[in-house]
């Protein structure tokens, strides 16, 4: 049997009925959503407003159209990021950001990266440091997508507001396997990833603006309404959505969103299956753990086996186990720089809602197979 | 009673309020095109409601914060209708 051990990249593995959803949605609704008055084209928007309220009650947002719908959370984030910032504004991000992050800000051009210690987490009071009169967005991602460590993002938000400066969060790793409270966290911006712990299909991801909040349009277009001004309409979530949508795969992620119902107990079993297999690897020679060993993480797990390229284990579990992980520096070289595997990057295994602990198990003794395999 | 056209800004407006409608109890609501005569052009959408609907459709406005362009009364007059405008 093969393993799906790389949750942190997607849900390679999703429930029958999001996979049904999205099969009888390309049959019955593919079509352009809001485009005409036609019982498809209402089917199409009566099913992404349905997937809205899901999400909306997911993350505890008031108004579902304060939601827009994104191929993913990389363009909900740069969407974001580049809406929200006005020339000669400046921005903050830090060194656990994923390139999706921190090249929307180097393309800006005027920006501070706040260091990460070498167990993976962000200082609060070194964001607030960084944060200049002309800081308008302070970006920080909710869990790590190397190691999994969970940033302290109230407080990060709060030292944001202190200044001024509007607050994102990138939940691209806490969306759907994380408690995620949109109220209570007070973020301005949250981009979210829906193929990921939401159990969505491809292709799917968002971005929840706030309602105080104002977003430049990045990319115009048609967006089915306002269509005879030559401007970008300037409400939600139509500010965004321009171009067809892919329907069936949104209202597959409302399916999806509806299965999730206690996100914090998938954030306490996917945890326990990442500190049990970093236990089982620390008990194995020559092997090195990334990232913290408190409880502020989620389950995915980096490490490597001393002088080995990761990409060589990589392959191991995969041919020989077929256990699928993934190795290099998964689009945050940064991160990788302050955990210590900058030189090389790190395998990672990334345990997700359909993980087990026979799972676990499998790829612990995998680890030690090749260990003695190749000493 | 005549029916009452809501003219929105969007269509997801449009579907939002006439959801909130159904679950208010208020059932019949149509989602259409504005007509052309109280339309500048381009895309825009209206809620058509039951006369009875129009109490409803203002609390449902006021209460969720869907903005509500226009509202109009729909009467027949020499074969075709007329939008007398409420408010």
Redesign the interface.
């Given at each position: 049997m093969m393993r799906y051990l790389d949750n942190a990249a997607t849900s390679a593995q999703k429930p029958l009925s999001v996979i049904a959803k999205m099969w009888k949605e390309t049959l019955l609704t593919s079509v352009n959503a809001g485009r005409g008055a036609h019982r498809k084209s209402l089917r199409a928007v009566n099913g992404i407003n349905k997937t809205a309220e899901s999400l909306a009650r997911l993350f505890n947002i008031a108004d579902p159209s304060r939601i827009a719908f994104l191929p993913n959370a990389t363009y909900a984030l740069n969407l974001g990021m580049l809406g929200a910032l006005s020339p000669g504004d400046h921005v903050v991000v830090t060194a656990m950001d994923h390139n999706s992050v921190l090249r929307p800000a180097a393309l800006w051009g005027n920006y501070t990266i706040v260091p990460a210690g070498p167990d993976g987490f962000v200082d609060p009071g070194q964001v607030e440091k960084a944060i200049l009169p002309e800081t308008a967005l302070v970006v920080c991602t909710h869990a790590s997508n190397v190691c999994g460590t969970v940033q302290d993002v109230k407080k990060i938000c709060e030292a944001a507001h202190e200044c001024g400066a509007l607050f994102m969060l990138d939940a691209a790793q806490s969306a759907g396997c994380m408690e995620l409270d949109a109220e209570d966290l007070g973020a301005d911006l949250i981009a979210f990833s829906g193929h990921k712990g939401l159990l969505g299909p491809l292709g799917t991801g968002g971005l929840y603006a706030a309602p105080d909040v104002e977003l430049r349009p990045v990319i115009t277009g048609g967006t089915g309404s306002l269509s005879e001004s030559l401007y970008q309409p300037d409400f939600m979530p139509d500010i965004l959505h321009s171009g067809t949508m892919n329907t069936p795969a949104v209202m597959a992620l409302g399916t999806a969103a509806e299965i999730i119902e206690n996100p914090e107990e998938i954030f306490v079993r996917e945890r326990a299956l990442a500190k049990d297999f970093e236990a089982d690897l620390k008990n194995m020679d020559g092997v090195i753990v990334y990232g913290t060993d408190g409880d502020n993480r989620n389950g995915t797990v980096s490490f490597n086996v001393d002088g080995t390229d990761p990409a060589v284990l990589e392959e191991y579990l995969d041919r020989q186990h077929r256990i699928i992980v993934r190795a290099g520096y998964h689009c945050a070289p940064l991160a990788h720089k302050a955990l210590g595997s900058g030189k090389t990057g790190s395998v990672r295994v990334s345990f997700g809602y359909f993980s087990t602990d026979s799972d676990r198990m499998a790829v612990s003794d995998a680890v030690y197979d090749f260990l003695n395999a190749h000493r | 009673m005549a029916d009452i056209l809501a003219q929105v800004?969007?269509?997801?407006?449009a579907?939002?309020i006439s959801?909130e409608l159904e679950k208010s109890g208020c059932l019949g609501a149509r989602?259409?095109?504005t007509p052309a005569v109280l339309s500048?052009?381009?895309?825009s959408?209206s809620v058509i409601v039951p006369g009875e609907c129009l109490a409803p459709l203002i609390k449902v406005s006021s209460e969720t914060?869907?903005k509500i362009k226009k509202i109009y009364r729909e009467r027949a007059e020499g074969g075709g209708s007329v939008y007398d405008e409420i408010s």
């Open positions: - | 800004g969007a269509i997801t407006t579907n939002r959801r989602v259409v095109h500048s052009g381009g895309c959408y914060g869907f």
